[in-house]
């Protein structure tokens, strides 16, 4: 069994009380915070039979590496998930062999190249999340992992969608070329824009770390590149705001 990991905040905690109220350990609460949100989820905490131990705002900082606890933290066991892409991938296509080729769900992916920020991986995690995306990818090196600052941005996204770190980003996308997934990359320089570009089949968005952008090779291996319209006086967008942008709209050509 892995070794126990921290939690925190009203977000991440209350998600894996509806998720795997099992997998909590122990819930570790500032018993001066009496508000109408802090009641709520010890209540709901109580009924899910979860240990609860009074513990103040000094300790709950040292354990969260910070003061954005919320009053709340957890010690929790890791949820399993799966364990590679490939198997993700093969799981996704299993289920549509058994499906009617109307009601099939075509891969999303988000690739993020060189972010190294834990709030914006937090942030783009649970845009992915919201937007139904299947996986997040980023390379092992130049990139944030997950961390309990994670945890708490994505709001319980940390949680639900998959997150692989791989060796050779470049080698993954050409792996999932293979699998007739079309990698579209995002540039401010590209002369077609996100809005033009069919995103009804199966896709992998990639976008780099705000100002840097993706790196050359990257680009390179991408099918596409496509452009988010600027009209104001900005030059670019947060990358956690443009996995969103670029996540939504896949999201929305799929629904309409």
Not at 17 to 39: C, G, H, V
Request: charged share 20%; with cysteine; glycine share 8%.
């Amino acid at each position: 069994m892995s070794s126990p990991k921290v939690l925190f905040g009203f977000h991440a905690l209350g998600v894996r009380l509806k998720t795997a109220p099992q997998s909590i350990i122990e819930i570790y609460f500032e018993p001066t915070r009496r508000d109408a949100r802090m009641r709520s989820f010890l209540d709901r905490a109580n009924e899910a039979g979860v240990k609860l131990i009074e513990s103040d705002g000094v300790r709950l900082s040292k354990m969260c590496g910070g003061h954005g606890h919320q009053g709340i933290a957890a010690k929790v066991q890791a949820i399993a998930q799966v364990h590679s892409l490939d198997e993700l991938l093969e799981d996704l296509e299993a289920a549509n062999a058994e499906l009617p080729v109307e009601q099939r769900t075509q891969p999303l992916i988000l690739v993020l190249d060189g972010v190294t920020d834990p709030h914006n991986l937090g942030a783009c995690l649970r845009v992915a999340d919201g937007a139904g995306a299947h996986a997040v990818i980023a390379p092992k090196d130049h990139a944030a992992g997950i961390n309990a600052t994670v945890a708490k941005v994505a709001s319980g996204a940390a949680e639900t969608v998959p997150y692989f770190m791989v060796t050779n980003l470049a080698r993954t996308l050409n792996e999932l070329k293979e699998r007739n997934i079309w990698i579209i990359g995002t540039s401010d320089q590209a002369p077609a824009t996100l809005y033009q570009t069919d995103l009804k089949g199966p896709v992998a968005l990639v976008l780099g770390a705000e100002g840097a952008g993706m790196r050359q090779l990257t680009a390179k291996t991408c099918d596409a590149l496509v452009s988010i319209p600027m009209r104001g006086a900005v030059e670019s967008l947060n990358v956690s705001v443009a996995s969103g942008v670029c996540l939504y709209e896949a999201l929305r050509q799929r629904t309409v």
